[in-house]
Structure formats: structure tokens, C-alpha cells
């Protein structure tokens, strides 16, 4: 997803209707609004993007998380796999 996308839904639907009211009331000219909704993208867009940052930190550390207990799962498994193996080796010797 992209940051200045999210930004500019964030910033039409926030500031957008109170924008659009002035401009039509005549409290602003277009000019004016519009740079001020670029102003507000640009604060929303730089949110967003500190957010996404934030959520994709912790979805690296859940993986990191994920493939180190998968790592030692296999590796228990492997650890109970050989001592099965000798224990039959061994059994087999002695019978």
C-alpha cells in the first residue's frame, strides 16, 4: 500500500467536507483550500507512512518469531528422531 495514497483518502475524508464548505460559502477561494488540503495530505501521508513503518517492524518480528520456533520444532524432531534410531540400533545388538 502506498503512503501518499493512504494520505489523500485520510485527508479528503477528514478535511475535505469542512474545505468544501467554506469554498462554497465564500470563506475561502479555491486556491486557498486546496493548498490547504495539500497541507493536510502531506501531514496524513507522513502519518501513514510512520504507521505502515510501525506495522511492518512488527510483522518482520512475528516471522522472525515464527521461523525460530519452526526451526526448533524441526530441530527437537530431528533430536527425537536419532535418539529413536539409537534405541533401535541398540535393541537390535542386543536381541
Known amino acids: 500500500m502506498n503512503p501518499l495514497l493512504v494520505g489523500c483518502g485520510i485527508a479528503a475524508v477528514l478535511a475535505g467536507p469542512s474545505l468544501y464548505s467554506q469554498y462554497a460559502s465564500g470563506g475561502l477561494d479555491g486556491t486557498t483550500a486546496l493548498t490547504r ?34 526451526r526448533v520444532a524441526a530441530q527437537a524432531a530431528a533430536e527425537a528422531e536419532a535418539k529413536r534410531a539409537a534405541e533401535e540400533a541398540e535393541a537390535r545388538r542386543a536381541g
Not at 488540503?37 to 501521508?45: F, K, Q
Not at 505502515?52 to 520456533?69: F, P, T, V
Request: hydrophobic share 55%.
Open 37 to 70: 488540503w495539500l497541507i493536510v495530505a502531506a501531514l496524513c501521508s507522513v502519518g501513514a507512512a510512520l504507521i505502515m513503518n510501525l506495522i511492518k517492524g512488527y510483522e518482520r518480528e512475528w516471522e522472525d518469531k515464527d521461523a525460530e520456533e519452526a
